[in-house]
């Protein structure tokens, strides 16, 4: 079930289980709130039901038992792959939400200029997919769900198949972008060091059915420097949600 949810929780999972039609239980009792100016990643092992929570705070799919209560007005969703359309440029796929929602053409280009600047595209406004890197495919999918301005933004481990320095300068915007914009984010990921720079709290899953083992806060102010990575501090809290992932 599905249903509303106080003004300062973005989302919340309350009791929830997933079963699929094969018999497959993907999740187990699952009770989560993330609240608004929280970013909070997701750990666990493959198949444990990371992406499925995700698509659970999204309303693509429904409990099995137990509620899931949304309180965003708008949300955005990365995916693992870009997933942008070949024969677009960047300034159409970036515009495409909007185009399928209908706004008018003048509206839609402000939405899409701005969120070009946003992500530091500009200048590549005509190019096509073909044309980019890595890094820049996965900037103009950001590109294209801030165009919606959303309240709860979703990734589902977007950054997972780029080489780390680009990997890291992403981080890097995806958190400017959540001081910037403020908007409540959960984040799958399989990198310990990628949830421990990014978050507010990590929640760490036990393998199927996914069930959580850990919550753990991680108290770093932001803005957070590149640097942090190689703080004492930094390497005792991701060694917390190392030492949770093997328990």
Not at 50 to 63: E, F, I, Y
Not at 68 to 88: C, H, I, K, M
Not at 168 to 173: F, Q, S, V
Not at 224 to 246: E, I, K
Request: contains cysteine; proline residues 5%; hydrophobic residues 45%.
């Amino acid at each position: 079930m599905i249903a509303d949810v106080e003004a300062s929780t973005a989302v919340a999972f309350e009791g929830v289980d997933v079963v699929f039609p094969d018999g497959t239980r993907a999740l187990s009792a699952v009770d989560l709130g993330v609240r608004r100016g929280e970013f909070v990643s997701l750990v666990g092992p493959s198949g444990c039901g990371k992406s499925t929570l995700l698509r659970l705070a999204a309303g693509l799919v429904r409990p099995t038992s137990g509620l899931v209560r949304n309180g965003s007005r708008e949300l955005g969703y990365v995916f693992q792959d870009a997933t942008l359309l070949p024969w677009r440029t960047v300034a159409d796929n970036v515009g495409l939400l909007p185009q399928l929602r209908r706004v008018a053409r003048r509206e839609r280009h402000e939405l899409v200029s701005a969120a070009i600047q946003t992500v530091g595209l500009r200048g590549f406004e005509d190019s096509y997919p073909r044309t980019l890197s890595g890094g820049m495919k996965m900037r103009v999918s950001l590109a294209r769900a801030l165009t919606l301005d959303p309240d709860l933004f979703l990734f589902d481990e977007p950054f997972g198949a780029l080489d780390e320095m680009t990997r890291e300068r992403l981080n890097d915007e995806v958190l400017r972008l959540f001081q910037v914009k403020g908007f409540a984010g959960i984040f799958v990921t399989h990198s310990v060091p990628e949830a421990t720079f990014l978050s507010t709290r990590v929640i760490v899953l036990s393998s199927r059915p996914g069930r959580i083992v850990a919550d753990i806060p991680v108290g770093f102010d932001y803005p957070r420097s590149s640097t942090l990575r190689f703080d004492p501090a930094f390497n005792r809290v991701a060694a917390a949600v190392s030492d949770a992932l093997r328990n």
